[in-house]
Antibody
Framework: QVQLQESGPGLVKPSETLSLTCTVS????????WSWIRQPPGKGLEWIGY???????NYNPSLKSRVTISLDASKNRFSLKLRSVTAADTAVYYC??????????????WGQGTLVAVSS | DIQMTQSPSSLSASVGDRVTITCRAS??????LNWYQQKPGKAPNLLIY???SLQSGVPSRFSGSGSGTEFTLTVSSLQPEDFATYYC?????????FGQGSKVEIK
């Protein structure tokens, strides 16, 4: 059974950089897309971006100027950096897997989520 | 970006009811439509992928249909554990986008 676990600070100051890591266990990194998704309190889901196992990235244009997703396949983990955060970036951040072989691009495994608050 | 619009945004139903939620895409997304269930404080859980394929372990009372721009999720007989928020998501093109959610509450 594939498992994903987010880790990182739960509080970030405005204008600083939000950094999270997702550790993957129970399945290979290869062949899959590894995504970050966020959900502001009481609101819906927003896809942030993905990194393919080959290293190719794709970001939501709404966040593209501030986002970097990287992959450390040797450690079975991938990371999110979101720069110049504001209160609007306060959300639960999820990491999730998309199986590369499926064209419908569904998120089949998710981490439990981690709440990141932006506040001074 | 492809916009996904769900209806209704909320509904009240009783145990045993048949419930249908609709998801409309702003352009054709072929069959690349997925459905999730989310309970408070939990991550979303994949129910249906590629319009009508049931994810492993999901009860058969959940089903999906549609094509192009209009899709539906049906729960044939609502159970107590089905009271939750449901989201659709298109995987046709990036940025992958979600509907705003449909909350199913107890009547």
């Amino acid at each position: 059974q594939v498992q994903l676990q987010e880790s990182g600070p739960g509080l970030v100051k405005p204008s600083e950089t939000l950094s999270l890591t997702c550790t993957v266990s129970g399945g290979p990194i290869s062949g899959n897309y590894w995504s970050w998704i966020r959900q502001p309190p009481g609101k819906g889901l927003e896809w942030i971006g993905y990194i393919y196992y080959s290293g190719t990235t794709n970001y939501n244009p709404s966040l593209k100027s501030r986002v970097t997703i990287s992959l450390d396949a040797s450690k079975n983990r991938f990371s999110l950096k979101l720069r110049s955060v504001t209160a609007a970036d306060t959300a639960v951040y999820y990491c999730a897997r998309v199986v590369g072989a499926r064209p419908s691009r569904e998120f089949d495994f998710w981490g439990q989520g981690t709440l990141v608050a932006v506040s001074s | 970006d492809i916009q996904m619009t769900q209806s209704p945004s909320s509904l009240s139903a009783s145990v045993g009811d048949r419930v249908t939620i609709t998801c409309r895409a702003s352009q054709s997304i072929s069959s690349y439509l997925n459905w999730y269930q989310q309970k408070p404080g939990k991550a979303p859980n994949l129910l249906i992928y590629d319009t009508s394929s049931l994810q492993s372990g999901v009860p058969s009372r959940f089903s999906g249909s549609g094509s192009g721009t209009e899709f539906t999720l049906t729960v044939s007989s609502l159970q107590p554990e089905d009271f939750a928020t449901y989201y659709c998501q298109q995987g046709y093109s990036t940025p992958w986008t979600f509907g705003q959610g449909s909350k199913v509450e107890i009547k």
